[in-house]
């Protein structure tokens, strides 16, 4: 195995190499390589200067066609081209006046059958198949937001003073005693639990 | 003419009458997604009531109503499934309703956003993560890793097991037969502990704390408030060890201190008083 000499002091698993990137940096950028030879790739690539520049340089290349088939494959492939045409046939058959017709006729029923099915099912506004389309309410995208912050802003307004107040409390007994690790306990709860109040109060609409 | 147009209005509202309920009810939906067993989940319902429970399926469930300014929306893989109801008409900004019930494989790993949210989770024995401002929060017979946080809405846990994390501020936290490694604050927001074992932290602001027949035995009870008071109620032939503290005087009530081998309760507060209560026999 070939390694290259820019290779960082970390320590490797096992079989990661640069020749073994090389030889599976196309399975990689197809997404056929299993999760741990992915994972053993992107490890190696992050620690070897060479092989992450080599693996930077395919990502932004297009990705290379298939090399030609060979002649007994492609014999059979195109066998079974031939035999798909034959199946669709019908097709042919079909383009008839009489085959138009029909053929409206059923796209009709079915369009019917799912505009029903979809009202009764899920409000009627969303096509057959939309399970498959997320619309995702990512950060910000949702129009409400804007409100949702506010409202839990108001919510929390009252907890926020009494934390303040709490705060303020400990800071005055902390002049006294200054090295009072209870007190100081007491402060840096305070404090983690008035972050985590902005925290949350930021995150309402996220 | 004048008959016409009065028998015109009277069917008008007969007919708003008779449809008013079924508006109101929202448009019924049903939806199902093939599942793993420990599909990650999430869910986005803004406003409304979702109730989700476990069955052993692989796959997950929805079926209820969407209110008249949400629209549905979902999808995903077997591994990851995300749905939810956002805004019908776009610069709408009204909190999109609905009212669901979910079922999902026991295992799953559940992440739900609510703004105003009435939410009931039964069984789960993967992971949970909700979040809220307002509403309600109640959580059954879950065992994985659990994490609540909320401003506003109180937050009920029954019979959990596993890790427990809540997050609250107003809103009254109560736990009941909470057998976890837990982590609770609060700021003005009560928090109570009924039976159970838990092993861990409970801290507030003001809000107060109370405890009542915990079996620590093995475990460690760490309360701590700024201006809360705390009350603890204990059976003295199994008190566990106790260590109260407080800048607002002694302790009151029953002297216990019980003893190591039931466990140890840490009560420590600013300037909140401790009270100590012997349960009934």
């Known amino acids: ?206 | 003419m004048m008959w016409r147009l009065c028998f015109g209005a009277a069917a008008l509202y007969a007919l708003l009458i008779g449809t008013a309920p079924v508006m109101a009810q929202g448009t019924p939906l049903e939806r199902g997604f093939s599942a793993s067993p420990d599909v990650a989940l999430r869910i986005y319902l803004p406003k409304g009531r979702l109730r989700v429970s476990t069955w052993s399926r692989d796959s997950v469930h929805v079926r209820g109503t969407v209110g008249a300014s949400g629209t549905y929306f979902g999808g995903g893989t077997p591994a990851h499934v995300k749905f939810g109801v956002e805004p019908r008409t776009p610069g709408d900004t009204r909190l999109p309703d609905a009212d669901w019930v979910v079922q999902v494989p026991p295992q799953a790993r559940l992440w739900i956003k609510q703004v105003e949210g009435d939410l009931e989770v039964t069984g789960l024995q993967g992971e949970l993560e909700a979040y809220t401002v307002g509403g309600r929060m109640v959580v059954r017979q879950v065992t994985g890793q659990t994490t609540l946080e909320s401003i506003d809405a109180p937050v009920t846990v029954e019979a959990a097991r596993g890790d427990l994390r809540i997050r609250g501020s107003k809103g009254a936290v109560a736990l009941r037969d909470v057998n976890a490694v837990l982590s609770v604050g609060t700021v003005s927001g009560t928090v109570t502990v009924t039976g159970g074992r838990p092993d861990g932290r409970i801290e507030t602001i003001g809000g107060a704390v109370g405890v009542e027949g915990p079996e620590l035995r093995d475990a460690e009870l760490e309360v701590q408030t700024h201006s809360g008071t705390i009350t603890l109620r204990v059976d003295p032939r199994r008190a566990p060890k106790m260590e109260l503290s407080t800048r607002a005087g002694a302790p009151t009530g029953a002297p216990l201190t019980g003893q190591t081998r039931f466990g140890r309760l840490v009560a420590r507060s600013f300037k909140g008083a401790i009270l100590v209560q012997s349960l009934p026999q």
Not at chain 1, 195 to 203: A, F, I
């Open chain 1, 1 to 206: 195995m070939t390694q290259h000499t820019s290779h960082s002091a970390n320590p490797r698993p096992a079989g990661a190499a640069c020749d073994v990137v090389s030889s599976q940096l196309q399975a990689y950028l197809a997404g056929t390589l299993s999760p741990e030879e992915s994972a053993r790739l992107e490890w190696h690539a992050a620690s070897c200067e060479v092989c992450e520049q080599e693996l930077d340089a395919a990502s932004t290349r297009p990705v290379a066609f298939s090399p030609a088939l060979p002649p007994s494959l492609r014999g059979s492939t195109l066998d079974a081209v031939q035999t798909h045409r034959r199946g669709a046939a019908w097709y042919t058959r079909w383009r008839t006046r009489e085959g138009i017709g029909l053929g409206l006729a059923a796209a009709a029923v079915l369009v019917i059958a799912v505009s029903v099915r979809d009202r009764g099912a899920a409000g009627g506004d969303r096509p057959a198949g939309a399970e498959t389309t997320v619309h995702a309410p990512e950060a910000g995208e949702q129009n409400f937001s804007h409100e949702v912050v506010l409202m839990a802003g108001a919510q929390a307004a009252t907890e926020f003073s009494a934390l303040d107040a709490a705060l303020a409390e400990l800071e005055v007994a902390l002049t006294v005693t200054p090295d009072d690790a209870d007190l100081r306990r007491f402060r840096s709860t305070i404090r983690t639990r008035r972050d985590e109040l902005e925290q949350r109060v930021r995150n309402a609409a996220l």
